[in-house]
């Protein structure tokens, strides 16, 4: 099951890596870059709601609204210009990350979202700095 959540997670790093180095391609790239990064980054928030809704112990209103957070600051991501919607999301994938490692004590997982944030806040540095 970890190997293929591993497979799935660097998977989903295909459209982040394939949207930066074709970026020059369609004017469409921004928008489709902008809109997958803020559906992955709701994703995360995704993840805190699940753990939430299984372990008694989390499940409290609080917790349950901080993990809307990814998915409004993504959509919000949505509404702004692009160098703005992309300082949000990095700001917004750092912060997550951060949340992740004092909530999730999963050595893996943690391992696993090191890698992932990392290359997706490269991406969109890539874009942030070219834009």
């Known amino acids: 099951m970890i190997r293929t959540?591993?497979?799935?997670?660097?998977?989903?790093?295909?459209?982040?890596?394939g949207l930066t180095l074709g970026k020059e391609l369609s004017p469409l790239?921004?928008?489709?870059?902008?809109?997958?990064?803020?559906?992955i980054l709701s994703f995360l928030g995704g993840i805190h709601w699940g753990v939430a809704l299984s372990k008694p112990q989390w499940s409290n209103p609080t917790r349950l609204c901080l993990c809307m957070?990814?998915?409004?600051l993504g959509w919000m991501a949505l509404l702004l210009p692009i160098s703005g919607a992309l300082i949000l999301l990095i700001v917004s994938y750092l912060i997550w990350w951060l949340w992740d490692r004092t909530q999730l004590d999963h050595?893996?997982?943690?391992?696993?979202?090191?890698?992932?944030?990392a290359v997706v806040v490269i991406c969109h540095l890539i874009w942030l700095i070219q834009t």
């Open 69 to 72: 957070l990814p998915s409004l």
């Open 29 to 39: 790239t921004a928008v489709a870059f902008s809109t997958y990064s803020a559906i």
């Open 5 to 17: 959540a591993h497979w799935l997670g660097y998977a989903g790093l295909i459209p982040f890596i």
């Open 107 to 117: 050595p893996d997982y943690r391992r696993l979202r090191l890698q992932l944030t």
